[in-house]
């Protein structure tokens, strides 16, 4: 079946600095990728998305780059600040509006002062 | 403010009980979903509904069973509880809003099972 990717478990950068996390996946009709944070002991909620018919999408600080050929993706949060930290969950789906998401593995992404 | 609770936010079970988790969203969406979060495996679907009275299986349905008895509620049945099915659950409901699709999640449910 379809499977997505996280490729870094952890990440730690310092505050200002960018952060990079990267996803693959594996099913070439997919065609809606979102992003989810997840903040310690809370629930997890929409940060930013990117539809396959764009290579770049970027919302204030968050930019997602979509590389369609090599079936990856990546969210670059730039200018870090230390509610940054938390755990991003890459995703992907064939029918944006049905919602059927296959998510990655998660990136604990840590802030250092 | 979209809304989705879920009951109860902690739960101990024995091995062969029957367990109920039930889910509420104020958002009048259609699409509603569980899921379950482990350690190295992120969420995983288990069911999903697109409106009161549909179920459809997920990625990993075995052991679980969903009702949709209404727009507002969404329950995920486990009818044999075993000690794997220990996790932390996520009920969300999903809207297409101007090009996005957003699902809001619950603040979870936190099951063991021993």
């Known amino acids: 079946g379809e499977k997505v990717e996280q490729h870094e478990s952890t990440l730690s950068v310092r505050e200002g600095d960018s952060a990079v996390i990267n996803c693959t996946y594996t099913d070439t009709a997919s065609s809606y990728f979102p992003w989810y944070k997840q903040e310690a002991g809370k629930s997890l909620h929409f940060v930013i998305d990117i539809r396959s018919n764009v290579d770049r999408k970027q919302s204030q600080r968050l930019i997602v780059l979509l590389d369609k050929k090599a079936k990856r993706f990546s969210l670059h949060i730039t200018a870090t600040q230390p509610e940054d930290s938390a755990i991003y969950f890459c995703a992907a789906s064939k029918n944006y509006n049905q919602g059927k998401l296959i998510f990655g593995q998660g990136t604990k992404l840590s802030i250092k002062p | 403010e979209a809304a989705v609770t879920q009951s109860p936010r902690n739960k101990v079970a024995v091995t062969g009980g029957k367990v109920t988790l039930s889910c509420n969203q104020t958002?009048?969406?259609?699409?509603m979903y569980w899921y379950r979060q482990d350690t190295g495996h992120g969420l995983r679907l288990i069911h999903y509904s697109y409106g009161a009275g549909s179920t459809e299986k997920g990625d990993i349905p075995d052991g679980y069973k969903a009702s949709r008895p209404s727009q507002e509620n969404f329950s995920l049945i486990l009818e044999l509880a075993t000690p794997s099915q220990t996790s932390v659950y996520f009920c969300a409901s999903g809207e297409d809003w101007g090009g996005a699709y957003e699902q809001y999640f619950g603040p979870g449910t936190r099951l063991t099972v021993l």
């Open positions: 958002n009048n969406h259609n699409n």
